[in-house]
């Protein structure tokens, strides 16, 4: 009973379709179908069709509007912070100065074996700002950190009890750091350059004098 209920049920809708497909045809033909009836197959009709074909079917002139497609941002850096969480900034200003200028994986690494407190934290947020620099455009094998710095946050003051009734204030320290990822030059781009510069400073293979005027010469006789 279900499966001739179902079969009833196809069939209709197969009729249903045919007649709207009819319908449309027939309307077309007489200049009365409808402005999606123009609409390519395989999806919706382009700004200047429908402009177009509702234009005709009021009998004004087709005004097509023309649509301006912006080039797409080309981002050089991207940006990445942690959260304001509880540590001196002067500790973690450490780790800042120890990612800062490296390349993006070896920056990573350096937080992955850190003994340091707060250096899962800031790996994290590395690890999320890679992949938002790798979304904007930016090519991992090129990504260094070119910037990073540690801002303060707001200091908590609690008591501090102190013996003969006395008390004093102990402040809580926050901070949170902040990076700049660019692309700069790789691993090997770096020895190249630093290879040249030492081939560069050999001057002459044997004595070779330079005329460098004396500095912070020591006291001696004028005449």
């Not at 009833?8 to 009836?37: L, P, V, W």
Request: one cysteine or more.
């Amino acid at each position: 009973m279900r499966n001739r209920l179902a079969v009833r049920d196809q069939t209709d809708r197969h009729r249903e379709e045919a007649e709207r497909r009819r319908a449309s045809r027939r309307a077309a033909a007489e200049g009365k179908g409808s402005i999606f009836d123009t609409a390519p197959p395989g999806g919706v009709p382009e700004l200047e069709v429908v402009e177009e074909a509702r234009a005709v079917a009021l009998g004004r002139p087709a005004r097509i509007r023309k649509v301006v497609q912006r080039p797409k941002k080309v981002w050089k850096e991207s940006t990445g912070k942690t959260a304001v969480f509880k540590i001196s900034h002067r500790k973690l200003n450490k780790l800042a100065q120890q990612i800062g200028g490296k390349p993006i994986d070896t920056a990573i690494l350096q937080m992955q074996f850190s003994s340091k407190r707060a250096a899962t934290r800031i790996k994290s947020m590395l690890a999320l700002a890679r992949g938002q620099a790798e979304d904007k455009g930016l090519r991992r094998e090129r990504m260094v950190v070119a910037e990073a710095w540690v801002n303060k946050g707001p200091k908590l003051m609690r008591m501090d009890i102190k013996g003969r009734g006395r008390f004093g204030v102990k402040h809580h320290p926050s901070a949170r750091m902040c990076v700049v990822l660019k692309e700069g030059k790789t691993r090997e781009e770096k020895k190249e350059a630093k290879l040249r510069k030492r081939i560069g400073l050999v001057r002459s293979a044997g004595l070779y004098r330079e005329n460098v005027p004396i500095r912070n010469a020591g006291p001696v006789y004028a005449w």
